[in-house]
């Protein structure tokens, strides 16, 4: 197991309730720069931060498991001098946010999880298997999962923008064992009836986490799970409807504190 390191990240804000924030496969913690000027600062902290291998923790080597992010999380809460905190996990990081909950439930005062890849091995068709499995060769990939996974209603400069963004935030090492990571572990039996308040977020849109694919993991297996469908948003909902999702992140965190 890899020694923890403290992860590059940036506070906003100052209030009482402590919250780690972290972005999904495709990019570092910028994916979430839609929804800075809409955070309630004086009621949360806000800590956005970045694993290894991306954004500024680019230079940090790993084995970009799981458990190592973890581990990671709380020693960044435990140098911030936060014993409890909640947790906002898009994506792989939703799965993350899981097993958080499951191992460290005594630091987590809740969880959310958004679009979140669930705890269990992702079964995947032929053709999706090949687009994934090849998106730190073919950078257009890249391009090709954010349009299907958001319904394919945005426009290709949206689409150009995040691929350039992929390609300067992620270094191509961490990018691939993130993809076996988030489709190959499996910690569904850890996770049964988890006590931790946790809220799904799931795109209206999104053929990459359906609704149902959330309604038939997550939901069944967490004793205090939530679940809002966000209108109008496919698997990036920070970025395409941010005011709306900071507003039901807020409203459960602040039920949650």
Not at 15 to 42: A, E, N, T, Y
Not at 189 to 213: M, N, R, S, Y
Request: charged share 15%; hydrophobic share 40%; net charge negative.
């Amino acid at each position: 197991m890899s020694t923890s390191v403290i992860l590059a990240h940036e506070i906003l804000g100052d209030g009482p309730q402590k919250v780690i924030v972290m972005g999904g496969w495709l990019g570092d913690r910028s994916v979430f720069q839609p929804i800075h000027p809409w955070l309630d600062r004086s009621r949360f902290t806000y800590c956005f931060v970045d694993p290894r291998g991306y954004g500024e923790s680019r230079a940090i080597a790993g084995t970009h498991t799981i458990a190592e992010i973890a581990g990671d999380v709380i020693a960044l809460a435990d140098s911030l001098g936060w014993q409890r905190f909640h947790y906002i996990g898009h994506s792989m990081m939703g799965k993350v946010a899981q097993y958080l909950c499951a191992k460290y439930g005594d630091r987590v005062q809740s969880a959310i999880g958004v679009t979140p890849v669930p705890a269990c091995k992702i079964p995947m068709d032929e053709g999706g298997q090949q687009l994934f499995s090849t998106a730190w060769e073919v950078p257009a990939n890249r391009g090709t999962i954010c349009m299907v996974t958001t319904g394919n209603r945005h426009t290709e400069v949206w689409e150009q923008f995040m691929i350039n963004e992929s390609l300067r935030t992620t270094s191509p090492d961490a990018f691939r064992d993130y993809f076996y990571m988030w489709s190959e572990e499996d910690f569904a039996a850890d996770v049964q009836g988890c006590p931790v308040p946790f809220l799904a977020i799931a795109g209206e849109h999104d053929a990459g986490v359906p609704t149902e694919v959330v309604q038939n993991t997550i939901m069944q297996w967490f004793s205090q799970a939530e679940l809002h469908v966000m209108s109008n948003a496919g698997h990036y909902p920070m970025q395409e409807t941010p005011i709306h999702f900071v507003t039901v992140c807020e409203a459960f965190l602040a039920r949650s504190a």
